[in-house]
């Protein structure tokens, strides 16, 4: 890693060349930081942060890691402050708040061109996906627990299969994580703490770190079988709660219950709430499920005061829509304003209210909520209002039965947030399924089953009633979609409760297609089977099930709108799918290894990561050299000559010179045979004839493999996929490549290679008669060698892809 010199960017502003991190907390929010925060600054990040909700944990979290990149005097701070904060919020409406407000930072400080902030939310398309475009380069990456955890799993949700082992790589290399608010992370909290102990125990390519943060912490939670052990931790000391974080320590709102009717249980509350309303202040009202959320607000909106309803079930602009108007500050002399959400608020959130009403939940839930109620202490006389819910869901019935006894305790009491939090309140335990080693070691393996089935994480992410699939609207005939529309972007698409997705999609009422990538379809109707979590789907706007209003709801049937696509290259990737070869311009292959090999070479010296050593780096750089020797096959020229047009194309095509590695016509580019990868054919030849290329690599394996798997396809398994039958000759063939075929002479930067004969027996299962190993074998032995493991493995991966796409994207710019 490459860190900044230390106030390079302050030095062209008002701060001068030494800049303390007192000095860059006041450039940046106007404000002096709280002294924990700059005890963080001083000692770095700890792996538990335990302070009061209001306390400024993102701010905590941000701004100390980025003064020790940047802005540290000692240059072995910044050089072992890791490159990437990846901060994991449980909420999705938290993800843009927190983005805007880093953002005013980075702002403040000049800093909005020098560091990346970045949401991933899936379903990216790769301009979109900007921390990729320079992955070496100080980044904050926000997203939700699911989108940034199954990313470090190997199982991207939302993102497509061929990509995941690029973040796989990425996310588990030079990454400071930051979990907030862990008591609602469920699963995902004792994955989190195994992820970061397995990274200790496999080895990465450069060392990540882990900071888990809440007001509420269970010591027993934080333990895990390779994690045993938290090693250090911060809380508030006593400058913090006498100093000007006091005001908001000792901000009281006093407990009163209410007792609706079961029969008009919302009816009632409803009326509750516009009575404790005052005027010129904010209302929030928290209720414990989606549904009773969106029916109390059909009951409350329309009276005379602004009326918001805010839940994850929206589609991300109607989503920022809501969050602007829920937290756009309230005209005193005004009617005021009443939120009415789910449990989205109960963290990270920054918001405030005068009146709270909460159904009663878990205790945690509590706290935190109570936490948005007087938040700084701006009002006197705040008051709390609860009730018992009709049913417990989501919760058990016994940590709600705690909890009522609990605030039927604090009736007419005026309580801080601390006071709230000492309380011991019992919960039901839950066991959560583990993530173990050998978990970890399967899921390197992307290839899917021949059902198209996958190892399914969500059991280690959220508890089942709460993983998600990914849904969009569009104007599309009974037919489908069209085969080649590009996949829904993230502003197209509306998380939605895998129970009720497999209600209501793929009914008669509400159809859904998926993509599949081994089918030439492309889209494909969907059945209740195909509803996993994670997955995208998209249904006919015409059959409802959604407004920008009320967001996801199954009994709506007016037509939905449809969202706009971001453009991009947001294109479903199948797996004949070459979507780089596609080019502006006619490439020779010769040129384009050139070009990968040069870019392995910069994208190592920039990385310079620590964990990899110098006989692995130089495989990668000859993976970069020999990657497309497949490409010559003739059924690839093939496929380029076929997207000739005009003759002006021709001209061009054969003044760059055969055989290509980019086409530059403006025909569609498709392989005559099926399931074609180029890059099984470049792996093969290096395995064979070819081989002599590679006679005086140390890391002959670990490049072969590297030249495989460069676009994510070919990786551990091979087969022969549906549809693949031998040949006329009788001969075996798999991703397109017929045993035996002959792979032609190709000129490369080092020389010449010879005419190679593809040879498919390494594809099949069990180590060869002369014992060499298969090429499952060959993979799994990498995978598992000390000096390599998953992590650097994956890393390497990623740094061959990462310098491919920057090849083809100047080879692409430098073109008229």
Not at 436 to 458: E, K, P, Q, V, Y
Not at 532 to 548: K, N
């Amino acid at each position: 890693m490459l860190p900044a010199t230390p106030a390079d960017h302050f030095s062209r502003g008002e701060l001068g060349e030494q800049v303390t991190f007192d000095d860059l907390v006041r450039r940046a929010t106007g404000f002096a930081p709280y002294d924990y925060q700059s005890r963080i600054a001083s000692d770095g990040l700890p792996e538990l942060l335990e302070v009061p909700t209001g306390s400024g944990k993102t701010l905590a979290a941000t701004l100390p890691w980025l003064f020790r990149r940047r802005f540290h005097d000692d240059a072995a701070v910044r050089e072992s402050t890791p490159r990437w904060l990846v901060y994991v919020l449980p909420m999705r409406v938290l993800v843009e708040q927190t983005v805007d407000q880093i953002g005013s930072w980075l702002g403040a400080l000049g800093l909005t061109d020098e560091i990346g902030l970045h949401m991933v939310m899936g379903g990216e398309s790769r301009l979109e996906k900007r921390w990729l475009h320079a992955p070496h380069q100080d980044a904050v990456l926000v997203g939700t627990l699911d989108m940034l955890l199954s990313r470090a799993l190997n199982r991207g949700y939302a993102e497509s299969r061929f990509t995941w082992p690029i973040s796989f790589g990425l996310f588990n290399s030079g990454c400071q994580w930051v979990f907030d608010e862990i008591q609602l992370m469920g699963p995902a909290l004792p994955t989190s703490l195994q992820i970061e102990g397995l990274r200790r125990s496999f080895g990465s390519a450069i060392p990540s770190r882990s900071m888990w943060m809440s007001a509420t912490v269970d010591p027993a939670l934080m333990r895990s079988i390779d994690l045993p052990t938290i090693r250090a931790s911060v809380g508030l000391s006593d400058d913090d709660r006498s100093g000007s974080l006091a005001t908001r320590l000792d901000a009281t709102k006093r407990v009163v219950q209410l007792h609706p009717e079961d029969r008009t249980y919302l009816r009632d509350l409803a009326d509750s709430i516009r009575e404790s309303h005052r005027r010129g202040t904010r209302t929030i009202a928290i209720l414990n499920t989606v549904e009773r959320a969106q029916d109390l607000y059909r009951l409350v909106e329309g009276k005379g005061v602004d009326t918001v309803l805010l839940h994850s079930r929206f589609r991300p602009p109607d989503r920022k829509r809501h969050t602007a108007r829920a937290l756009a500050d309230v005209d005193p002399d005004g009617p005021g304003r009443i939120v009415i959400a789910t449990q989205v608020l109960e963290a990270g959130v920054d918001i405030s209210s005068a009146v709270m009403f909460t159904e009663a939940a878990r205790w945690h839930s509590i706290v935190q909520r109570a936490g948005r109620c007087n938040r700084a202490g701006e009002v006197t006389q705040a008051t709390l209002l609860w009730a018992s819910p009709p049913k417990p869901e989501p919760y058990a019935q016994e940590d709600v039965d705690a909890c009522i006894k609990s605030l039927e305790a604090l009736e007419d009491q005026d309580v801080t947030a601390a006071q709230l939090s000492a309380l011991r309140v019992n919960s039901v335990p839950v066991a959560h399924p583990v993530l173990r080693r050998r978990d970890l070691l399967d899921l390197f393996d992307t290839t899917a089953d021949l059902s198209g089935n996958d190892i399914d994480i969500g059991q280690f992410l959220r508890e089942s009633d709460d993983l998600d699939v990914h849904v969009a609207w569009w104007d599309i005939d009974g037919d489908g979609p069209d085969p080649r529309r590009a996949a829904p972007g993230p502003h197209e698409r509306c998380a939605v409760p895998i129970g009720q997705a497999r209600k209501a999609l793929a009914t008669k009422d509400l159809p859904a297609w998926h993509f599949d990538h081994l089918d030439e379809r492309g889209w494909v109707k969907a059945n209740a089977r195909d509803i996993r979590p994670g997955r995208v789907f998209v249904t006919q706007a015409a059959t409802g099930g959604y407004s920008p209003e009320f967001g996801w709801k199954p009994s709506i049937k007016s037509e939905v709108p449809t969202v706009v696509m971001v453009p991009g290259d947001r294109e479903a990737e199948a797996l004949a799918d070459d979507p780089l070869t596609n080019s502006r311009t006619w490439i020779s292959l010769i040129e384009h290894l050139k070009h990968v090999e040069e870019a392995v070479r910069l994208q190592a010296a920039r990385f310079r990561p620590p964990g990899i050593s110098q006989a692995a780096i130089e495989a990668a750089i000859v993976a970069g050299r020999f990657h497309d020797i497949g490409k010559a096959h003739p059924v690839f020229q093939h496929s380029c000559e076929k997207t000739v047009v005009t003759p002006e194309e021709n001209d061009r095509a054969e003044a760059t010179g055969r055989p290509w590695a980019k086409s530059g016509g403006s025909g569609r580019f498709r392989h005559g045979r099926r399931h074609f990868r180029h890059e099984l054919a470049s792996a093969l030849a290096l395995l064979s004839d070819a081989s002599v290329m590679l006679q005086d690599l140390d890391e002959r394996e670990l490049a072969v493999y590297l030249v495989g798997a460069h676009h994510g396809k070919v990786r551990v398994g091979i087969r022969s996929l549906p549809g693949e039958k031998p040949c006329e000759e009788g001969k075996r063939v798999a991703l397109g490549i017929r045993d035996g075929e002959l792979l032609p002479a190709v000129q490369t930067p080092s020389g010449t290679t010879p005419e190679s004969r593809l040879d498919l027996a390494v594809t099949e299962l069990g180590d060869g008669t002369d014992g060499s190993a298969s090429w499952t074998g060959m993979a799994l032995q990498l995978r598992d060698r000390p000096d390599l493991g998953p992590f650097r493995l994956a890393f390497l991966e990623a740094l061959v892809r990462l310098a491919d796409w920057e090849a083809s994207a100047q080879e692409e710019l430098s073109q008229p």
